[in-house]
């Protein structure tokens, strides 16, 4: 599986952003993709996850409420919209991948990394 993210970049508190992971690879619809996060000195954070063949949606606290994760009907590339941005959000968004799911919520268990894209809220 292969993962290219693009789509970050400098917006204000209370904008919106939307983030985008081309995915490419062979037996797409067995993997779960999400979203993670990584500010400076902190581990890396689980955001959101979608299951690529039935579409089950999963948030973290934080983004449950502001962010939303989706795929395109090609099932060619995972977004994040992020809405209501505040100074904490601020990190490098990657897009990953795996072949299971239970354990969706920990970096650890993806075997597939995009490279990374940086979000900066600031004023």
């Known amino acids: 599986v292969q993962l290219q993210a693009s789509g970050g970049g400098l917006v204000q508190p209370g904008g919106s952003l939307r983030l985008s992971c081309g995915v490419s690879?062979?037996?797409?619809?067995?993997?779960?993709m999400a979203w993670f996060r990584q500010a400076p000195g902190v581990e890396r954070e689980f955001v959101a996850g979608?299951?690529?063949?039935?579409?089950?949606?999963y948030y973290s606290d934080r983004a449950k409420e502001r962010f939303t994760v989706s795929r395109d009907s090609a099932m060619k590339t995972l977004y994040l919209q992020m809405n209501r941005l505040e100074a904490v959000d601020t990190a490098v968004y990657y897009c990953?991948?795996?072949?299971?799911?239970?354990?969706?919520?920990?970096?650890?268990?993806?075997?597939?990394w995009g490279q990374g894209t940086q979000v900066t809220v600031s004023s």
């Open positions: 979608i299951s690529w063949n039935a579409g089950y949606t």
């Open positions: 690879g062979r037996n797409l619809r067995r993997y779960f």
């Open positions: 990953a991948s795996d072949l299971q799911s239970t354990h969706y919520t920990n970096f650890r268990s993806y075997d597939y």
